[in-house]
């Protein structure tokens, strides 16, 4: 089993940036590429951004390339979603997910763990 926690959320002003950490406990000693995922009322979760368990290989959804950043520190147990230039779009619910893969993959059904998400809100 793997438990993850999310942090960082909060309010924001368009234009400014969030950093969200995902602490990751348990049985870390697994391979996981691991995601980030969001989701707004109504909608469904959607992919934000991938990451290898290496670190060498990350994906991103178009909507969020060249603003968003995904990387991790294996030591920590911990990875982190740098987000700059936000925009009230971004505004949702931002989920840490853990996928036991060697591929990036991005549907939500794929992902194997999650945590409990953590509120973003970007006002105009």
């Known amino acids: 089993q793997v438990q993850l926690v999310e942090s960082g959320g909060g309010l924001v002003q368009a234009g400014g940036s969030l950093r969200l950490s995902c602490a990751m406990s348990g049985r870390t000693e697994r391979l996981y590429a691991m995601n980030w995922f969001r989701q707004t009322s109504g909608q469904e979760r959607e992919f934000v951004a991938a990451?290898?368990?290496?670190?060498?290989?990350?994906d991103y959804a178009d909507s969020v390339k060249g603003r968003f950043t995904i990387s991790r520190d294996n030591a920590k147990n911990t990875v982190y979603l740098q987000m700059n230039s936000l925009k009230p779009e971004d505004t949702a619910v931002y989920y840490c997910?853990?996928?036991?893969?060697?591929?990036?993959?991005?549907?939500?059904?794929?992902?194997?763990?999650w945590g409990k998400g953590t509120l973003v809100t970007v006002s105009s």
């Open positions: 990451i290898s368990w290496g670190g060498g290989r990350t």
């Open positions: 997910a853990a996928d036991q893969s060697f591929i990036l993959r991005k549907l939500h059904s794929d992902m194997d763990y």
